[in-house]
């Protein structure tokens, strides 16, 4: 009897000390179900093999703390389960509730991860001077999209994906800190990692490593995460994480900032031939813009402006330099094309009514949207130049539309037009004199390119370029940078398969965004892939897990973009619509 009193005691304790637990764990970590659907391809002018490598082609980068690849293979779910195993964490269908699309063992996904995940070998970390076999997120994590229509799923190469990467790496967070405090579950987690080799001597060094890691993960999380406006599905605010952690984690902590200008990912087809890219037009580079998003996503750099081996990092810009290539093409007619409409999926489109659109869009649309791109107009030179000493390669000029014009959510501009940076004595020993004050305090347009710039051409030195290579590698394009008030508009080429709306996300599908402000959702759900091909975006239902998307809040007002009344006000771009009128240009835009 004293055996059971004594058992009963313990489990007593430990629903005691698990319950609040249990409690705070659903509500960090619960996201919607995951229903499979049967997945097409549609031509995008990839092949298997070039998308496949896509999904898993490493940028250098792991996850927020340096997780070994084994260690990420051989965690639990983070669900509560005393005395026998939750299940996998790298489960695919588990992987899938957060939004990462399954995928399929091949040559270059051989442990049957989702798309975006890549197990990158003998990564070497700059700071700690230790190599480790890591996982990380790639460019296809959050620039894949999936449109699910009565059981069948259109894959979308290059679409933003609705995925919850926040809920993502809580959930991970508590798989590691549960697999610290239960016994049972780590060591099954041993028994994985350390396979022949688990001992108790073996074991120890493991749990000290572990503690460490979740320490690490700890203290990055909360500085990194400072004031966060929540993001959801779908969306991030890029650019200030990006900061906070180049800036912030590995130079300064006390350039963190404020996270709460949330961005809807945005679709990569046609960009490499844009002469500005990022929704505030920012940069002109593309290795500067991928090798900022790599270092964004915890590729390590050496910032220590005394030590030799100064911005030595782990970018990889090999596989930057081809994901490029792949993108891109010879022309914006090729590389990643836009996805067509599928009418046997999504229902037939009505071409008279098209037609009708298609007179509307030459009207209120094509000044600031362009011509379509299979119009001779489109190939005007007017719409085109070109970009430094090179006057052989044609770039698309996208309209800068300032804040007062467009009238949408001014947050994610102007945080970065107003950030500064205190960059120390790496600005102090290795920028230009005219670039920099005396204490190493610049803007963030100035810090971003400069960091990257200098990670880069350490790079370029360690694999030997000559200067032809790296201006290849370079995209052919001067490193310009820039903090404008404003956003670009781009092309409307595939615009059916990017829901949600505005830079920010904040309207839900294509027929509100020609509706006034006072008439969209004020509030809608993110997290279904569920497609409304009536309305063209995806359904906005109350989901479990879901995440409620609030127009109230700074960072995330769905105004602007309106036609209204004559035509005349603070972001208003045309007169209001009929509601024909609206079908009709929703219509046409199916077809682009």
């Known amino acids: 009897m004293k055996i059971i009193g004594a058992i009963l005691a313990i489990f007593m304790l430990a629903v005691a000390i698990f319950l609040p637990f249990a409690a705070k764990l659903k509500a960090k970590i619960e996201v919607p179900s995951y229903d499979p659907v049967d997945v097409i391809w549609p031509d995008q002018n990839w092949s298997e093999d070039q998308w496949q490598w896509w999904y898993h082609a490493s940028q250098g980068s792991s996850f927020e703390a340096i997780i070994p690849y084994k260690w990420f293979m051989s965690l639990e779910k983070p669900s509560l389960s005393l005395f026998k195993p939750a299940g996998s964490f790298a489960d695919p269908q588990y992987l899938a509730k957060f939004g990462f699309l399954p995928d399929y063992k091949n040559k270059y996904n051989p442990d049957d991860l989702p798309v975006g995940f890549a197990k990158t070998e003998n990564n070497f970390d700059p700071v700690s001077q230790k190599t480790h076999t890591v996982i990380g997120f790639t460019c296809a994590a959050c620039h894949t999209a999936q449109v699910n229509y009565k059981g069948k799923g259109i894959r979308i ?9 926040d809920k993502f790496k809580n959930a991970l967070g508590y798989a590691l800190l549960l697999t610290k405090i239960d016994p049972f579950r780590f060591n099954r987690f041993a028994e994985n990692v350390l396979s022949e080799e688990n001992n108790s001597e073996n074991k120890k060094k493991l749990k000290e490593d572990l503690n460490n890691l979740i320490l690490t993960a700890k203290k990055a999380r909360s500085a990194i995460n400072k004031d966060i406006l929540p993001e959801g599905f779908g969306r991030l605010d890029a650019l200030d994480r990006i900061g906070n952690f180049v800036f912030g984690a590995e130079i300064n902590p006390d350039n963190y900032t404020a996270i709460n200008a949330p961005v809807n990912f945005p679709h990569l087809w046609s960009a490499s031939w844009f002469d500005w890219v990022q929704y505030n037009g920012s940069v002109m580079q593309p290795m500067t813009r991928n090798a900022g998003e790599a270092m964004g996503v915890f590729a390590r750099v050496n910032f220590d402006a005394d030590s030799p081996n100064v911005f030595e990092s782990n970018v990889n810009v090999e596989n930057l330099y081809k994901i490029e290539q792949l993108l891109a093409g010879e022309s914006i007619e090729t590389g990643l094309t836009a996805p067509k409409w599928s009418e046997e999926i999504l229902g037939t489109i009505d071409t008279e009514l098209a037609q009708k659109g298609e007179k509307l869009y030459a009207q209120y649309c094509q000044r600031c949207h362009f011509p379509p791109m299979d119009s001779p107009e489109f190939k005007d030179a007017k719409y085109w130049t070109t970009l430094g000493d090179n006057k052989t390669r044609e770039y698309l000029k996208v309209k800068m539309q300032n804040l007062y014009a467009i009238g949408t959510d001014p947050t994610s501009a102007v945080n970065w037009y107003q950030r500064t940076v205190d960059l120390g004595k790496l600005a102090q020993k290795y920028a230009e004199p005219k670039d920099y004050t005396t204490n190493g305090m610049v803007t963030a347009g100035f810090a971003l390119p400069f960091t990257v710039t200098k990670t880069v051409e350490k790079k370029y030195d360690e694999l030997g370029l000559n200067e032809a290579e790296r201006d290849a590698y370079n995209g052919y394009r001067p490193d310009d940078a820039r903090a404008p008030l404003a956003y670009k508009a781009r092309p409307l ?56 998307l609030d127009t109230s809040v700074n960072g995330n007002f769905n105004t602007g973009h309106e036609f209204k009344g004559n035509g005349q006000g603070e972001g208003v771009i045309g007169t209001e619509l009929s509601d024909n009128e609206r079908w009709a240009l929703v219509e046409y835009l199916k077809t682009l």
Do not use: C
């Open 493 to 548: 080429n595939g615009i059916w398969a990017t829901a949600p709306f505005l830079h920010n996300g904040s309207v839900p599908n294509l027929y509100e965004m020609l509706l006034p402000a006072s008439e969209r959702s004020q509030q809608f759900y993110l997290g279904t892939k569920e497609f409304d091909p009536k309305f063209v975006g995806y359904k906005t239902d109350k989901i479990k897990g879901g995440f409620l």
């Open 157 to 165: 190469e290059g679409g933003p994906a609705m995925v919850e990467l």
